[in-house]
């Protein structure tokens, strides 16, 4: 495996997942209501308790993408 193929590699993992990310975004600021009724549906929660649960979540996801995403990509790119 050689360093382009990695650099290729995390590329497009750090731009699938990004977008996953913004579009998880979209949805928890601009229809708040949509998710948690569909969610609702699904599993027996509280309003405020949906509220900590995607967001920490999301937080979390956030931490993963940026720790084995962006970092391993970036770090390709300056030694690549």
Do not use: H
């Amino acid at each position: 495996m050689t360093i382009a193929m990695l650099t290729s590699f995390f590329m497009w993992c750090t731009i699938i997942n990004g977008s996953l990310l913004i579009f998880w975004g979209f949805f928890i600021v601009f229809m708040p209501n949509l998710v948690f009724q569909l969610q609702r549906k699904l599993f027996p929660i509280s309003r405020e308790t949906f509220d900590v649960v995607i967001y920490s979540f999301m937080g979390i996801f956030k931490l993963f993408f940026i720790f084995f995403n962006v970092t391993p990509y970036i770090v390709l790119l300056i030694i690549g």
